[in-house]
Structures are given as C-alpha cells and as structure tokens.
C-alpha cells in the first residue's frame, strides 16, 4: 500500500526558510503528480502546490508564489517543499498528497510548521 | 471558487444528509472530489470525478451533480461519520468544508 511521511517542520522565526520533505514507498513514485496541502490552525484545507511526474511542470497558490518550490527527486522516492520569507500566515500543518484522477488519493500525516518569533 | 453550504448541520445518527458543493464557473464533474477529514487526521477520498466511490468506501456514500452544483450524499450517517467534508477542484482548491456534528 502507498505511504507518505512528510518530515521537516518545526519552528521557524518569521523570514525564515524551511524545506520539507515527503517519503514515499509502495508505490511508482515517478508516475504521479503529487500536491502540497497546508491547514492552519482550525481552519480548513488549503492547496499549496502541485508537481508534475518529471518535475518539469509546478502550479502554486497565489499567496505562496516566488516564495516556496516544490520539487521532486524520482530516484530518491521524495517530494520536497522548499518555503522561503516565511510570515506567520504559513504556520499549519503540512500535508503531501498523490494524485489519481483528479484527486488525492494518499495522503501522509502532515508536519507542523509554525512561523512565530 | 467553491462555495460549500451550510457550514454547519447537527444531525442524529440514522439520518440521511446532503452536502453541497457550488463552483463559480461551469466544470466538468471529472475534477470534483469529495473528502472527509477528522480531528487528528489526515484527509480522506471519499468521490471522485463528482459520483465515483474510492476503494473501500461505504455505499452509504454517493456523489453527484453536474455543471456548477455538486452534491455528496450519506444516505445513513454512523458514528463514524461525523466529520468535516470537503469538496475539490482538479485536485487543486478546495471548498470551505461542512462540518457535521451529532445534535
């Protein structure tokens, strides 16, 4: 069965950078898109960004644009989100997700990224 | 855009519920997707492509709806049910959820 476990959250002061990495087994890694998806606290799901199966094509969310790189390694089996000029309105969990027909079909446990000084 | 409603229903165990889903602009029910998500927990598919189930999904849950009005259907809830929904576009934006609560 497909799994994904996100790693590299924690603490970051406002300004700062983060780069978040997603884990995948039991799956074709480079026949996939894959998205991040963000929540914040008590709020509800936002997408962030989505990479195609080569890495040549990336769509992000607007808010998060020229900040933020999402990138993959197939070799590797691993997403990355590379978040630069943190604000405090990035703090949330951070999700990676596959995609299949037009949905995300597996999704790891998220990694709490918080932007606080 | 798209605008879920209401935000809230407090329901009882047994009950049938309709969730709805509404886009800004004409899609094709192929990039709309239903999810569940619980407290603690990671999302989960419930519908794509606007009425088919994902792989271990109850029958209690069904999709529909074409154009720019979308429906998510649970024709019994359990307790396992009361949760947070969400709808999708493309894989990409998402509803504002509807939260179902036991009354």
């Known amino acids: 069965e497909a799994q994904l476990e996100e790693s590299g959250g924690g603490l970051v002061q406002p300004g700062g950078s983060l780069r978040l990495s997603c884990a995948v087994s039991?799956?074709?890694?480079?026949?996939?898109?894959m998205n991040w998806v963000r929540q914040a606290p008590g709020k509800g799901l936002e997408w962030v960004a989505s990479?195609?199966?080569?890495?040549?094509?990336?769509y992000y969310v607007g808010s998060v644009k020229g900040r933020f790189t999402i990138s993959r390694d197939n070799a590797k089996n691993s997403l990355y989100l590379q978040m630069n000029s943190l604000r405090a309105e990035d703090t949330a969990v951070y999700y990676c997700?596959?995609?299949?027909?037009?949905?995300?079909?597996?999704w790891g446990q998220g990694t709490l990224v918080t932007v606080s000084s | 855009e798209l605008t879920q409603s209401p935000g809230t229903l407090s329901l009882s165990p047994g009950e049938r519920t309709t969730l709805s889903c509404r886009t800004s602009?004409?899609?094709?029910?192929?990039?709309l997707a239903w999810y569940q998500q619980k407290p603690g927990q990671a999302p989960r598919v419930l519908i794509y492509?606007?009425?088919s189930r994902a792989a271990g999904i109850p029958d209690r849950f069904s999709g529909s709806g074409s154009g720019t009005d979308f429906t998510l259907t649970i024709s019994r809830l359990e307790p396992e049910d009361f949760a947070v929904y969400y709808c999708?576009?493309?894989?990409?934006?998402f509803g504002g959820g509807t939260k179902v609560e036991i009354k």
């Open positions: 997700a596959r995609s299949r027909d037009n949905a995300n079909d597996y």
């Open positions: 039991g799956f074709t890694f480079s026949n996939y898109w």
């Open positions: 990479i195609n199966q080569d890495g040549s094509e990336n």
């Open positions: 602009q004409t899609i094709s029910s192929t990039y």
């Open positions: 492509g606007a009425s």
């Open positions: 999708q576009y493309r894989g990409g934006s």
